[in-house]
Every structure is written in C-alpha cells, then in structure tokens.
T-cell receptor, first 108, second 114 residues
Framework: SQQGEEDPQALSIQEGENATMNCSYKTSINNLQWYRQNSGRGLVHLILIRSNEREKHSGRLRVTLDTSKKSSSLLITASRAADTASYFCSSSGNQFYFGTGTSLTVIP | NAGVTQTPKFQVLKTGQSMTLQCAQDMNHNSMYWYRQDPGMGLRLIYYSASEGTTDKGEVPNGYNVSRLNKREFSLRLESAAPSQTSVYFC?????????????FGEGSRLTVL
C-alpha cells in the first residue's frame, strides 16, 4: 500500500472503555484524516488533523499526529456499542491513500 | 441531498465480460475517485479525476478504464473482467484533489467475477 498500516488490525473492548488505534504512513502529508466504515457501507469522515497540528478533539474523539514518526493515533473515549465499525486513516499528500483499517468491536 | 450515488449495487459477471460502474455526485465537487476494497488490503486507489476533463492512474489501474463524463459523473469500466477483479468498488468525491478537505463516499458496488 502507498499509505501504511493501522494497528491493531482488530480490537475488542467493553462498552464504556476507551479504544485507541494507531496509524503509520509513508510519505509527507498535508493532513491526515480518520474515517469510519460500518459493515456493508461506505466510509464516513470523522476528523482531519493538519500537518502542523499535534492534537485535535471532536466530541469523544481525540487524534494525535507525530510527523517525525509518521504516525497518528485515534482515541475514542467512553465507547458505545454503536462505535463498532472499521476505522481507517488516510494520509493526504497528493492523493488520499488509505491503510488496511482497524476493526473495532464494542461489547455491550 | 443524495451525495455520491453508485450503480449498480451488486453485479455478477463471467470472466471476459465487460461492464461499467456509474458514479454521480451532486455536491459540485471538482475531484472524483474510484477505489477497490479487498479483505486485508484496505482501500486501494484505482483512478482519479482531479477536475473535469482530466483522469490519472492510482495504485492499481491495470484492467480498468475511466471516463469523467462531466463534473458530476465519473464511470469505471472493466473491459474484460477477471476473477481478480472481484471486489467492492467505492466511488468518492472531494472539493479539491490536494486534500484540504474530506472525501465523501458512495455506498459501494459489489462485483463478483466468476
């Protein structure tokens, strides 16, 4: 892949716990974005962090970016069963390239 | 507001048959994209169109052709389908290609090549 990888590939947690997933990318970026995909559906944009930002919050989402390590993390706090989905990061240099995703299962 | 609409949603082809996947967006976006999604491979960019009248290859263009018919529509054609092209195909659009914004995705087209 042009992009890189998300880690872990799969994550299972109890409702109310926090979920953390990581993303590594290969090339220089303008920004990094996180998307969510429910089973059988298209991807939906969650949050964008620009290359000159280190941390960003949106509701229960917290994203960090470390351009020196070419990595990002997505934290979902106080998880809910409805957060069960696959999560993808997309690095945005010239194009939108995606990783392989983290499959999150939140157990009620 | 429909967003990005893909047709058909499901298709079964025999090896060697041809077909076209249609995509239309109603957000007046300049850039459009075709991705394929395979288990364990994530989303891979097939072709993109930065603006009306232009198209460029992505990561995995072999076996595909595209047409940016107008600003709204971007089609993906398989001239001679192969089993390796069994996949879920997603069309997406964005306001601009140089990633200042987000991608909007269609619901996907599930293609099986026998």
């Amino acid at each position: 892949s042009q992009q890189g990888e998300e880690d872990p590939q799969a994550l299972s947690i109890q409702e109310g716990e926090n979920a953390t997933m990581n993303c590594s990318y290969k090339t220089s970026i303008n920004n990094l974005q996180w998307y969510r995909q429910n089973s059988g559906r298209g991807l939906v944009h969650l949050i964008l962090i620009r290359s000159n930002e280190r941390e960003k919050h949106s509701g229960r989402l917290r994203v960090t970016l470390d351009t020196s390590k070419k990595s990002s993390s997505l934290l979902i706090t106080a998880s809910r069963a409805a957060d069960t989905a696959s999560y993808f990061c997309s690095s945005s240099g010239n194009q939108f390239y995606f990783g392989t995703g983290t499959s999150l299962t939140v157990i009620p | 507001n429909a967003g990005v609409t893909q047709t058909p949603k499901f298709q079964v082809l025999k090896t060697g048959q041809s077909m076209t996947l249609q995509c239309a967006q109603d957000m007046n976006h300049n850039s459009m994209y075709w991705y394929r999604q395979d288990p364990g491979m994530g989303l891979r960019l097939i072709y993109y169109s930065a603006s009306e009248g232009t198209t460029d290859k992505g990561e995995v263009p072999n076996g595909y052709n595209v047409s940016r018919l107008n600003k709204r529509e971007f089609s993906l054609r398989l001239e001679s389908a192969a089993p390796s092209q069994t996949s879920v195909y997603f069309c997406a659009s964005s306001e601009w290609t140089v990633s200042t914004g987000e991608l909007f995705f269609g619901e996907g087209s599930r293609l099986t090549v026998l």
